[in-house]
């Protein structure tokens, strides 16, 4: 599926991926943490790492699978760049053990947490980027998995809310991309909208990293 970009910026301009979400921060906290992490992922539980272990929630939002991962034992790195979500987060799961990183995808620098991780989950914003910048996410995650690392992630499908910048994307590109970096799919599945959003549905994808030494191994695409 080719990307369409949906609603644009002030000016005419595109919006960056955080556009809309400082402003609705409030309301989306509200609404995060109305699903639970079992609810959301629960096709994908039983490949989620079962010991203590290094988990990266990028895109965490208001915390909420990055607190419920830290309650598994997990040592969770939760990044998120919209600070007004961070805010929410620290306040409503602050007592998780979660590390709150302002960062994004997709160079996603981690400057204070170097090393690699058994998981990494990225739910709800892959359709933030484009193309170009999902090649780059998608090397720059596969050089942040130990092997046999897996990857998670949420892709949104349908309608775009105003002020939001989405590209259509599907799990055969997103499949095939991930190949390309050394990571295999080993689940695939959809589901309808956990919140009744008339239009939208979700495709979950986990990937494992089997073989990280090729243009991932140092992050380039």
Same mark, same amino acid.
């Given at each position: 599926?080719?990307?369409?970009? %949906?609603?644009?910026?002030?000016?005419?301009?595109?919006? @960056?991926?955080?556009?809309?979400?400082?402003?609705? %921060?409030?309301?989306? %906290?509200?609404?995060?943490?109305?699903?639970?992490?079992? /609810? $959301?992922?629960?096709?994908?539980?039983?490949?989620?790492?079962? *010991?203590? *272990?290094?988990?990266?929630?990028?895109?965490? @939002?208001?915390?909420?699978?990055?607190?419920?991962?830290?309650?598994?034992?997990?040592?969770v790195v939760a990044?998120?760049?919209?600070?007004?979500?961070?805010?929410?987060? /620290?306040? !409503?799961?602050?007592?998780? @053990? $979660?590390?709150?990183?302002?960062?994004?995808?997709?160079?996603?620098?981690?400057?204070?947490?170097?090393?690699?991780?058994?998981?990494?989950?990225?739910?709800?914003?892959?359709?933030?980027?484009?193309?170009?910048?999902?090649? #780059?996410?998608?090397?720059? !995650?596969?050089?942040?998995?130990?092997?046999?690392? #897996?990857?998670?992630?949420?892709?949104?499908?349908?309608?775009?809310?105003?002020?939001?910048?989405?590209?259509?994307?599907?799990?055969?590109?997103?499949?095939?991309?991930?190949?390309?970096?050394?990571?295999?799919?080993?689940?695939?599945?959809?589901?309808?909208?956990?919140? @009744? #959003?008339? *239009?939208?549905?979700?495709?979950?994808?986990?990937?494992?990293?089997?073989?990280v030494t090729g243009?991932?191994?140092?992050?380039?695409?």
């Amino acid at each position: 599926m080719s990307d369409q970009l %949906a609603p644009t910026g002030p000016g005419g301009g595109p919006a @960056g991926g955080t556009a809309g979400y400082a402003e609705a %921060a409030d309301a989306l %906290a509200v609404q995060y943490e109305e699903v639970t992490f079992d /609810e $959301v992922h629960r096709d994908v539980l039983h490949l989620v790492p079962a *010991g203590p *272990g290094r988990i990266l929630d990028v895109g965490a @939002g208001t915390g909420r699978d990055a607190a419920a991962l830290a309650a598994r034992g997990h040592g969770v790195v939760a990044v998120e760049p919209t600070k007004e979500l961070r805010a929410h987060g /620290e306040r !409503i799961h602050v007592h998780s @053990g $979660v590390e709150w990183v302002d960062d994004l995808l997709p160079d996603l620098r981690l400057s204070r947490h170097p090393g690699r991780f058994d998981a990494v989950f990225v739910t709800a914003v892959w359709m933030h980027l484009d193309a170009g910048e999902r090649r #780059r996410a998608m090397a720059r !995650i596969a050089a942040l998995l130990v092997p046999g690392g #897996r990857f998670f992630v949420n892709l949104r499908h349908g309608p775009v809310p105003d002020g939001r910048r989405m590209f259509a994307v599907s799990a055969d590109e997103t499949v095939e991309l991930g190949a390309a970096y050394g990571l295999r799919v080993v689940h695939r599945s959809e589901r309808a909208d956990l919140h @009744g #959003r008339g *239009g939208v549905r979700w495709s979950s994808l986990v990937f494992r990293a089997d073989d990280v030494t090729g243009p991932a191994a140092d992050g380039r695409a």
